[in-house]
């Protein structure tokens, strides 16, 4: 198969499976939430979010109307062919999954308020590269809600309050959102850098799967240190009370500049919607988060 067209299929794939099936560790989170949840409204919401999980593969729909602001994630290898196409593919598939799956039109034009109707448009499917060692193509997609990414936020944290301003700046970000983005949420979170590298890193670090935690025990530490304040909240599920407010926390961070102390908070709704997948030298292909047939 030509290699535009294998781009452009695997892509369509996993925009699908994103759409559709939440990744076993959001899944495990949510029913782990369920179970341990004490608010009976709390839990009844839980349990709708569940219910609304398993008809979304049983009717092959959407498991959320809002099929989010599409952004891809590219590792393409330093000896990887035809990366100089990816961009058109990926923008092919974007347009068959519109109309094939089918996806929520939501590329507007922010001057003339036009929508595209096909998810496409300046920027938009956004793509970030990273160029890794080998012949691979590794693609993740995630479709990016708007009522999560409504109240992400980035700021810049007086640099003498340290880590302890940092915690106050999150906590303060999660019950200002309240109800907005659909908790229970995961939190992407990041520091340093510059104000575009700090939340850049914060929606990069949603990706990591719920059972990874930071390979940094310090950072680890402040992680679970974060979900239990977030959860300490009482905002609960969709914001109606509970002790479920956030599933997971990740943080990442790059060194700053002394003078300035950047932060961001991402915000990701339940329906936390990645997939990934790879595609070899040889042309075939491994798909990494959803092991289903196509």
């Known amino acids: 198969?030509?290699?535009?067209?294998?781009?452009?299929?695997?892509?369509?794939?996993?925009?699908?499976?994103a759409v559709i099936y939440l990744p076993d560790d959001v899944r495990e989170a949510l029913k782990k939430a369920y179970a341990e949840e004490t608010s009976a409204t709390g839990k009844t919401q839980l349990k709708t979010i569940l219910d609304n999980i398993e008809l979304a593969e049983k009717y092959q729909a959407p498991v959320c109307q809002d099929t989010g602001t599409i952004i891809f994630y590219m590792?393409?290898?330093?000896?990887?062919?035809?990366?100089?196409?990816?961009e058109g593919a990926i923008t092919n598939a974007t347009r068959r999954a519109t109309k094939e799956?089918?996806?929520?039109?939501?590329?507007?034009?922010?001057?003339?308020?036009?929508?595209?109707?096909?998810?496409?448009?300046?920027?938009?499917?956004?793509?970030?590269?990273?160029?890794?060692?080998?012949?691979?193509?590794?693609?993740?997609?995630?479709?990016?809600?708007?009522?999560?990414?409504?109240?992400?936020?980035?700021?810049?944290?007086?640099?003498?309050?340290?880590?302890?301003?940092?915690?106050?700046f999150i906590i303060d970000a999660v019950v200002k959102a309240g109800a907005q983005p659909c908790p229970p949420n995961i939190l992407g979170i990041a520091m340093g850098g510059g104000a575009d590298i700090s939340m850049k890193l914060a929606k990069k670090a949603l990706?990591?799967?719920?059972?990874?935690?930071?390979?940094?025990?310090?950072?680890?530490?402040?992680?679970?240190?974060?979900?239990?304040?977030a959860n300490?909240?009482?905002?609960?599920?969709?914001?109606?009370?509970?002790?479920?407010?956030?599933?997971?926390?990740?943080?990442?961070?790059a060194y700053r500049h002394p003078a300035s102390f950047p932060a961001a908070v991402a915000f990701n709704c339940w329906a936390a919607r990645r997939a990934t997948a790879r595609i070899n030298a040889d042309g075939t292909v491994d798909y990494l988060t959803h092991k289903l047939k196509w």
Not at 1 to 17: D, G, H, R
Not at 75 to 86: E, I, M
Not at 207 to 229: G, M, S, Y
Not at 232 to 248: E, Q, S
């Open 101 to 168: 799956v089918p996806l929520r039109p939501n590329a507007v034009d922010p001057f003339t308020g036009k929508n595209s109707g096909d998810n496409t448009g300046k920027y938009i499917p956004y793509i970030n590269w990273e160029i890794v060692p080998g012949e691979t193509l590794e693609m993740t997609v995630m479709t990016k809600g708007g009522g999560s990414e409504n109240v992400c936020i980035g700021g810049m944290i007086v640099p003498g309050e340290g880590i302890k301003g940092l915690k106050k």
């Open 1 to 17: 198969m030509e290699a535009a067209k294998k781009v452009e299929e695997v892509a369509f794939n996993i925009l699908k499976q």
């Open 207 to 229: 990706l990591r799967p719920l059972t990874e935690h930071n390979p940094d025990p310090e950072i680890a530490k402040l992680e679970r240190e974060i979900f239990e304040a």
């Open 232 to 253: 300490m909240t009482g905002i609960g599920p969709m914001g109606l009370g509970g002790k479920t407010t956030v599933l997971g926390v990740h943080i990442d961070y």
């Open 75 to 86: 590792k393409g290898g330093a000896k990887a062919k035809n990366l100089d196409k990816v």
